[in-house]
């Protein structure tokens, strides 16, 4: 039984169609990349994950929870809708740190106000997380004085202090000048070392390759084209796959 | 002379403290009230709030305190010629006969309501979306969203406005004497029209000038105080 499974889900925003049928599914432990066009719908996708936006038909089932149901969603309560996105982290592209916390108070902040511990078990892992993104000499700063690097960095740590059980990145390098993709870049590698479940959109091809277990292509509101790395990079199947691609490459 | 006329003005001048301090005791919290109404998703709310605001923002404050000052007595008698009687009538009786500080406390609050309400609409609508969905996606309640990290940012925007704002407020007061609150500016025309002394009229300024530098303090310590972060 996969880990998590989404079947089937559409979303519309009034009379467009963004999401026309999207199932795929993820085993614990494993790192899928999600990339295609602009306006493909790969944001509403992981939007509609992290209950930001509500699809309006399909599943969503994390181990053996069915989370959404879009056949009974009029039923579904804000107070559910919290617990549900417990599950799940999400990294913006833009980072959206909170400006009037230092970076130990946007990590802890979230943590503290749901009790999800003793202040100092919370303090304690914060810690812990910070120094993992590489971060501790920048503790006590605002974000204001961080780089953008940086900040997506703490962003990271912010939502990985929830213990979601997977975590989403939009775009996490979009936003930043290109001498910084590294840095966060290199935090999502080592977080598949060490076992976390992730969902990427990403326009960072060689990384896509490099770190995903599965490639999802979308192209308008579909997966046009899923597999593993070698099968999209190598041996695309879809014409449309192959041209997103052969233009991805001309770009660079 | 001198002294005593210092003395005299002052006593003055706390009318104008007074319709100063009520003024925003009562149009700070309206004003709030105000905003949500011209951002709620009611229609018909908003745009009549909308239209209300574009109204006492568009008159000057003189012609609203004078309606004020006489449209109570004006109402009033006109019923009383037509005959009619009821509880509304009876508040504007109650009106007609208050003290005209009173009227002119009502009249500022209303505008100066309006005002605010403009810019706690901006601070409020200024927040980033994304700010308040990093709290959604970190599971976080509506209120703990708008208690721990939207408000601070609100506030942080509007000091600066605000600030001018309540200054200009400071100084707006002189148009209550208008409606015959006896006021420092007015208290000083006596001093020419009984005295011939024209100095007092000129050393009203001194007044203004120290309350407003008290405020223009304050409202720099707050806004070094919230510096640490930018928004
Ligand atoms: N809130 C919304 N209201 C109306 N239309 C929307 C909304 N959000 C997204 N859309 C539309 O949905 C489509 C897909 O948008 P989405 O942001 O999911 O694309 P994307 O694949 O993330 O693109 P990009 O690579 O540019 O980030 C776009 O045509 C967009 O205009
Ligand atoms: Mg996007």
């Known amino acids: 039984m996969p880990f998590l499974e989404i079947k089937d889900i559409?979303?519309?925003?009034?009379?467009?169609?963004?999401?026309?049928?999207?199932?795929?599914?993820?085993?614990?432990?494993?790192?899928?990349?999600?990339?295609?066009?602009?306006?493909?719908?790969?944001?509403?996708?992981?939007?509609?994950?992290?209950?930001?936006?509500?699809?309006?038909?399909?599943?969503?089932?994390?181990?053996?929870?069915?989370?959404?149901?879009?056949e009974n969603k009029a039923a579904l309560?804000?107070?559910?809708?919290?617990?549900?996105?417990?599950?799940?982290?999400?990294?913006?592209?833009?980072f959206n740190l909170f400006p009037q916390y230092s970076v130990l108070d946007n990590?802890?902040?979230?943590?503290?106000?749901?009790?999800?511990?003793?202040?100092e078990e919370i303090d304690k892992k914060a810690r812990d997380l910070i120094e993992k993104v590489g971060l501790t000499e920048k503790i006590d700063s605002y974000p204001c004085q961080l780089s953008g690097g940086q900040q997506q960095r703490v962003a990271i740590a912010r939502a990985l202090a929830m213990n979601p059980d997977i975590l989403c990145f939009d775009e996490p390098?979009?936003?930043?000048?290109?001498?910084?993709?590294?840095?966060?870049?290199?935090?999502?590698?080592?977080?598949?070392?060490?076992?976390?479940?992730?969902?990427?959109?990403?326009?960072?091809?060689?990384?896509?390759?490099?770190?995903?277990?599965?490639?999802?292509?979308?192209?308008?509101?579909?997966?046009?084209?899923?597999?593993?790395?070698?099968?999209?990079?190598?041996?695309?199947?879809?014409?449309?796959?192959?041209?997103?691609?052969?233009?991805?490459?001309?770009?660079? | 002379?001198?002294?005593?006329?210092?003395?005299?003005?002052?006593?003055?001048?706390?009318?104008?403290?007074?319709?100063?301090?009520?003024?925003?005791?009562?149009?700070?919290?309206?004003?709030?009230?105000?905003?949500?109404?011209?951002?709620?998703?009611?229609?018909?709310?908003?745009?009549?709030?909308?239209?209300?605001?574009?109204?006492?923002?568009?008159?000057?404050?003189?012609?609203?305190?004078?309606?004020?000052?006489?449209?109570?007595?004006?109402?009033?008698?006109a019923a009383e010629t037509g005959g009619v009687d009821n509880a509304f009538i009876d508040f504007m009786r109650t009106l007609n006969m208050a003290d005209p500080l009173v009227t002119a406390i009502i009249a500022f609050s209303i505008n100066y309501a309006c005002y605010f309400s403009e810019i706690f609409r901006g601070g409020i609508q200024g927040v980033p979306k994304g700010q308040q969905e990093a709290g959604e996606v970190l599971g976080l309640t509506k209120s703990q969203i708008f208690f721990k990290i939207t408000l601070m940012q609100m506030i942080k925007r509007i000091v600066p406005p605000m600030s001018n704002e309540i200054i200009t407020l400071v100084k707006d007061t002189s148009l209550a004497?208008?409606?015959?609150?006896?006021?420092?500016?007015?208290?000083?025309?006596?001093?020419?029209?009984v005295d011939g002394l024209l100095w007092p009229l000129f050393f009203t300024g001194v007044y203004y000038l120290a309350f407003s530098g008290l405020l223009t303090l304050l409202f720099n310590y707050i806004e070094k105080k919230l510096s640490y972060f930018k928004v």
């Open chain 1, 10 to 70: 559409y979303k519309s925003f009034g009379r467009t169609e963004v999401l026309k049928g999207i199932s795929f599914s993820l085993d614990e432990g494993e790192v899928i990349s999600i990339i295609g066009s602009s306006g493909s719908g790969k944001t509403t996708l992981l939007r509609c994950l992290n209950f930001l936006e509500t699809p309006d038909k399909g599943t969503i089932s994390v181990g053996d929870m069915l989370l959404f149901d879009g």
């Open chain 1, 77 to 94: 309560k804000d107070e559910q809708i919290r617990e549900n996105r417990l599950h799940f982290g999400l990294v913006f592209q833009s």
């Open chain 1, 107 to 119: 990590v802890t902040l979230a943590p503290k106000l749901l009790k999800k511990g003793s202040n």
């Open chain 1, 173 to 252: 390098t979009s936003a930043l000048d290109p001498e910084l993709t590294g840095e966060v870049l290199r935090v999502i590698k080592d977080l598949k070392e060490s076992g976390s479940t992730m969902i990427v959109v990403t326009h960072e091809m060689e990384f896509a390759k490099n770190v995903s277990d599965k490639i999802i292509f979308m192209a308008d509101g579909v997966i046009e084209e899923m597999g593993t790395p070698e099968e999209i990079f190598e041996n695309p199947k879809s014409e449309k796959t192959r041209n997103f691609l052969q233009n991805s490459l001309e770009k660079i």
């Open chain 2, 1 to 77: 002379m001198f002294i005593e006329v210092v003395i005299n003005l002052f006593k003055n001048f706390l009318v104008t403290l007074q319709l100063f301090g009520f003024t925003l005791l009562f149009s700070l919290p309206l004003g709030l009230i105000i905003s949500f109404g011209s951002m709620s998703r009611f229609k018909p709310l908003s745009f009549f709030v909308k239209i209300f605001v574009w109204i006492i923002r568009g008159t000057p404050l003189m012609l609203q305190l004078i309606l004020f000052y006489f449209g109570p007595g004006l109402l009033v008698s």
């Open chain 2, 177 to 193: 004497r208008t409606i015959t609150v006896y006021e420092i500016i007015w208290a000083a025309q006596d001093y020419i029209r």
